[in-house]
């Protein structure tokens, strides 16, 4: 997925791009750094590489998702 894809579905959609040493991250590590300054967000879309990883979250997608739940 890319950023204008994300977008075109959340207007809200960013791009996180972390530079990181070769192999030291994992999903569990950059989950958190897709939040939207300690506001929850849900992930969209996540890329792990190795010296650089990529992450497109959604604090519209994440609230949508909640509502959601909540009527279930």
């Known amino acids: 997925m890319t950023l204008k894809e994300a977008q075109k579905l959340w ?5 996180t791009t972390i530079m990181h040493k070769p192999g030291t ?3 569990d590590d ?3 750094l897709g ?9 969209l ?3 792990i590489g190795k010296c650089s990883s990529r992450i ?3 604090r ?3 609230e949508s998702e909640q509502r959601q ?4």
């Open 60 to 62: 519209l997608a994440y």
């Open 45 to 47: 879309f996540m890329k």
């Open 56 to 58: 497109i979250s959604s």
């Open 11 to 15: 207007d809200d959609a960013i791009v």
């Open 69 to 72: 739940l909540v009527e279930l």
């Open 25 to 27: 991250m994992t999903e």
């Open 35 to 43: 939040q939207h300054w300690n506001t929850p967000a849900k992930i």
């Open 30 to 32: 950059l989950k958190p």
